[in-house]
Nanobody
Framework: QVQLVVSGGGSVQAGGSLRLSCTAS??????????MGWYRQAPGGEREGVAC???????LYATSTHDRVTISKDNAKNTLYLQMNSLKPEDTAMYYC????????????????????WGQGTQVTVSS
């Protein structure tokens, strides 16, 4: 089993920044064995991929956010990050981290079906 614990959400004004963190633990977790990613779900909307980072550090971003977010990870700390800048009201959503044993299994163009583990959500609210 793998446990993912998310932190760092909150409320900011448009144009502000937030950094989300996701710390992984569990006997089954190895940072070199999982594709890691961030998803978000707005009220009434579908859960959509935001960004992913592969075992080798390769990243992929959703078109809607690619110029304002950066995904990174610290393998020594088993922690995944999402730095979000220039936030907009439409970024308001619950944000989730995810892990998949499949290559690019957490990437925005792969949907949610390949995710093996989900973290609990953290709310991000951006006011205008």
């Amino acid at each position: 089993q793998v446990q993912l614990v998310v932190s760092g959400g909150g409320s900011v004004q448009a144009g502000g920044s937030l950094r989300l963190s996701c710390t992984a633990s569990g006997d089954a977790y190895n940072p070199y064995s999982y594709s890691m990613g961030w998803y978000r779900q707005a009220p009434g909307g579908e859960r959509e991929g935001v960004a992913c980072i592969e075992r080798d550090g390769t990243t992929l971003y959703a078109t809607s956010t690619h110029d304002r977010v950066t995904i990174s990870k610290d393998n020594a700390k088993n922690t995944l990050y999402l730095q979000m800048n220039s936030l907009k009201p439409e970024d308001t959503a619950m944000y989730y981290c995810a892990a998949s044993s499949r290559y690019r299994g957490t990437c925005p163009n792969r949907g949610r079906g390949l995710v093996d583990y989900w973290g609990q959500g953290t709310q991000v609210t951006v006011s205008s």
